[in-house]
């Protein structure tokens, strides 16, 4: 069974403000004071802005999107993540921005390799959003990402 992830993550009132004009922006909140804007279909075609959006390596990025972002990241940190996997392989990336640049990343755990000993791009994403995980569990967890396996399920 597979599990895919691409979605824009920042504290709940962060998410909130800068989602109000946006209509096709569903949120989902996570636990430890951040929420989860899943990049569906719809918020994609909403925040394209026909450009080619690969100039951070990710895979669902819209093109301009990453300017909002950084607009928004004047309030608090914003995250953008993606995550593939099927049967227990694939990968992650995650960038952070904060004050309107980027403060962490891009950041990328390709297919078949180990995460860093700082832990996985998302995890790394989700700690310098203020997530603290407890003994025994990394940030991805803290915050319940193994709860969906898809990412329109957390609007559902």
Excluded: C, N
Aim: hydrophobic content about 45%; cysteine-free.
């Amino acid at each position: 069974m597979g599990y895919g992830l691409q979605a824009v993550i920042a504290g709940r009132g962060v998410l909130l403000a800068a989602s109000r004009d946006l209509p096709a922006a569903r949120l989902a909140s996570l636990g430890q004071g951040v929420s989860l804007m899943p990049m569906t279909d719809a918020l994609f075609d909403s925040v394209a802005d026909g450009s080619d959006g690969g100039a951070l390596g990710f895979w669902r990025l819209p093109g301009g999107f990453e300017k909002i972002l950084a607009d928004w990241s004047t309030a608090g940190p914003v995250a953008y993540v993606e995550a593939e996997y099927f049967g227990g392989v694939g990968e992650q990336r995650a960038v952070v921005w904060d004050g309107g640049t980027i403060a962490l990343g891009p950041l990328q755990v390709p297919e078949g390799l180990p995460f860093p000993p700082a832990g996985s791009a998302i995890s790394q994403a989700l700690r310098r959003l203020g997530v603290v995980a407890s003994a025994g569990e990394d940030e991805f967890s803290a915050v319940g990402l193994d709860r969906h396996r898809h990412g329109e399920a957390w609007i559902a």
